[in-house]
């Protein structure tokens, strides 16, 4: 049985001054502050995570990853984990598509690495993730430079 599931998520960025590093989708990018959250706030990890979500019915974003962040563990890539631990067995991600919307950083130096990480968190082929970046042209609040927005469509093919 072929599902599709969307998954979305936005961050602000930290005030001026913060140390926290900005990480998209695994990968640490300089010259950006980071985004607010109690974890590392990698909002491409956690679109991702409710694609994943949406597929297996069972959210982690939320209560779950609040509880692992008391537990000290901030790296999202362990939501992501935690979501596809409940992919039913036999299941098979078949295609990711990832849209971007911000006016910083800008994306387009970072997006292969950003799809070879996330090809290898999923065990997927690189070619199987799309991602596309928009800057927002000052429309929105991520177009203003204010945050990052993720939008994240999952299809995959369940077992019955
Ligand atoms: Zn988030």
């Known amino acids: 049985m072929i ?6 998520d936005s961050h602000r960025f ?6 926290k590093k900005l990480v998209l989708g ?3 990018i300089e010259g950006c502050p980071g985004l607010e959250g ?4 990698d909002v491409v990890l956690h679109a991702l995570t409710n694609a994943v979500s949406g597929i297996t019915c069972v959210n982690i974003l939320g209560e779950e990853a609040d509880r692992m962040c008391r537990r000290g563990i901030t790296d999202s890539s362990a939501y992501l984990k935690a979501a596809l631990g409940h992919m039913k067995e036999g299941s098979r991600i078949i295609h ?11 994306l387009s130096p970072h997006l292969e690495r950003i799809r ?10 690189p070619c199987c993730i ?15 430079g204010i945050g990052i927005f ?3 469509i999952l299809t995959a093919d369940i077992p019955e």
Request: aromatic residues 2%.
């Open 116 to 125: 070879t990480n996330l090809a290898e968190l999923l065990g997927i082929v």
């Open 38 to 41: 109690n974890s590392d706030a």
């Open 150 to 152: 993720c939008t994240v």
């Open 3 to 8: 599902k599709v599931a969307i998954g979305q």
């Open 26 to 28: 695994g990968v640490p």
């Open 96 to 106: 990711v598509s990832i849209s971007i919307e911000a006016l910083r950083p800008r």
């Open 14 to 19: 930290e005030p001026d001054g913060s140390d």
């Open 130 to 144: 799309g991602i596309t970046a928009t800057t927002g042209e000052g429309l929105t609040e991520f177009g203003k």
